[in-house]
């Protein structure tokens, strides 16, 4: 079945303590991106990858760090977390062609820092 | 100004009727456009794409005024099961992706 998976689905932490949460998917897409949505304001990029070791930044990038060693692995890493960092998290992938460039997401990572 | 708006809603309408939403975009070089459908605290899926011609996919029709920079998705003979935030979703150059922050709709019996 071509998916988008994420890990942790749910994750409680403390400020300060580095997380990652892990996003896959096989369907060889060359586009990978994640987004944070909090009420009122809509999903917002974080980074996004066009390709292996080709990672950019999108409009929220402070706080995270990305990496894309494999196309179909995109990590999200928090350094170091803090509060305002508390939102639910999606990956997506895209083909990302003139054709074929609608995104398909992840299930979603529900964080909290305390 | 956002870079893509929506009406947030909610849009609280009875089963059976047509309901309408608009969403506009500022930025005139913006090259693709979508609706996707996310229900509650779960992930967006694409309900459609828009074209400048216009596309309708059974009850379901988004259309794209370039002219006045904004997109519209047309809901008739609307079901219980619609019920949900409906995304415009804006894409500009190769990786710039703009999300409106949603319009929620709740049909009613």
């Known amino acids: 079945e071509a998916q988008v998976t994420q890990n942790p689905r749910y994750l409680i932490t403390v400020t300060g303590k580095k997380l990652t949460v892990t996003c896959s998917q096989n369907?060889?897409?060359?586009?990978m991106s994640w987004y944070r949505q909090d009420p009122g304001l809509g999903l917002r990029q974080i980074y996004y990858?066009?390709?292996?070791?080709?990672?950019d930044k999108g409009d929220v990038p402070e706080g995270y760090k990305v990496s894309r060693k494999e196309k179909r692995n995109f990590p999200l890493i928090l350094e170091s977390p803090s509060p305002n960092q508390t939102s639910l998290y999606f990956c997506?992938?895209?083909?990302?062609?003139?054709?074929?460039?609608?995104?398909?997401f992840g299930p979603g990572t529900r964080l909290t820092v305390l | 100004r956002k870079e893509v708006e929506q009406d947030p809603g909610p849009f609280n309408v009875p089963e059976g009727a047509t309901v309408a939403f608009n969403c506009t975009y500022s930025?005139?070089?913006?090259?693709?456009f979508f609706w996707y459908r996310q229900d509650c605290r779960k992930e967006p899926k694409l309900l459609m794409s828009?074209?400048?011609s216009g596309n309708e996919d059974g009850r379901f029709t988004a259309q794209l005024n370039r002219a006045s920079q904004y997109i519209s998705l047309l809901i008739r003979d609307s079901k219980l099961s619609d019920s949900a935030t409906y995304l415009c979703?804006?894409?500009?150059?190769?990786?710039?992706?703009?999300f409106g922050s949603g319009t929620r709709l709740s049909i009613r019996p």
């Open positions: 997506a992938s895209s083909l990302f062609t003139s054709e074929h460039n609608e995104q398909f």
């Open positions: 369907m060889n897409h060359e586009y």
């Open positions: 990858s066009m390709n292996v070791e080709v990672t």
């Open positions: 930025n005139s070089a913006s090259q693709s």
């Open positions: 828009v074209y400048s």
């Open positions: 979703v804006v894409s500009g150059s190769a990786s710039k992706i703009i």
